[in-house]
């Protein structure tokens, strides 16, 4: 079961890899719009600062793993691709944990891929990066790290989770937000819902937990902040996430 769905993860995500001469360059409307800003980040740019990109803040995570491989159509699509076999594995994990019927969950996966991929659109032959992969890797990482939280919750796993989904914010605020949001709203629901807690220590809990999420997500911001006057000498201009959302 295991090795299906990692196999169907690495076909789909075999597609996104490709070269200057390959045939999807013929219709390339949405590989531009991605690609413009993360060639610009890799010539020094950066969103937020001096540099405008319709989906977020993705080409910082790029650019240093760039810096390393070399800028080209390959070693990008390549990096797109990995993130898609990210996304759908995250996904087919979080299932895994959650049906118990195996035959089940192989074609339940595969109905997943067929109706989001196949059934109404052009793929392979029209690649929307935009989505695939770029807005659905982190809710696949909400999903996912709510699978491995739940089952055994800590102080610690839950201020890295919000960690890693405030990033989520950044690479991209439209579905960064609902990630994060989806998380909290997720722990909090599990607190309030707890029999074996009163009223006021629900109520203590909440708070306590709300107020680790609040430091969390500000230090993370900070962070990255004095990232931003380190890396570029500027720092980052967050009224401008806004933007993403027009």
């Not at 990008?76 to 995250?90: H, K, Q, T």
């Not at 960064?176 to 629900?202: P, Q, R, T, W, Y």
């Amino acid at each position: 079961c295991i090795v299906a769905l990692i196999l169907l993860c690495a076909y789909m995500a075999y597609f996104l890899i490709f070269n200057e001469w390959h045939r999807y360059n013929e219709n390339t409307v949405n590989l531009q719009v991605v690609l413009n800003p993360i060639v610009q980040a890799y010539l020094g740019k950066a969103v937020f600062i001096d540099q405008m990109s319709q989906y977020g803040g993705h080409t910082y995570f790029f650019e240093p793993i760039l810096k390393m491989t070399g800028l080209s159509v390959l070693t990008v699509s390549s990096l797109f691709s990995f993130l898609l076999f990210s996304a759908l594995a995250l996904f087919a994990y979080a299932v895994y944990q959650i049906v118990e019927n195996k035959v089940l969950l192989v074609f339940g996966f595969i109905a997943y891929l067929f109706f989001h991929f196949f059934w109404a659109s052009l793929w392979p032959y029209e690649l929307y990066l935009q989505y695939y992969p770029l807005r659905t890797i982190f809710p696949a990482l909400s999903i996912f790290l709510a699978a491995y939280y739940f089952k055994k919750p800590s102080l610690k796993l839950f201020i890295f989770s919000i960690t890693v989904l405030t990033l989520g914010i950044i690479w991209s605020m439209d579905v960064g937000v609902f990630a994060l949001g989806a998380f909290i709203v997720a722990k909090l629901f599990h607190m309030a819902c707890d029999k074996g807690l009163s009223s006021n220590e629900k109520i203590k809990k909440i708070i306590y937990y709300l107020a680790y999420s609040i430091i969390t997500i500000l230090s993370v911001f900070i962070l990255f902040a004095l990232y931003t006057k380190l890396r570029y000498g500027v720092f980052v201009d967050y009224s401008k996430m806004d933007l993403v959302l027009i």
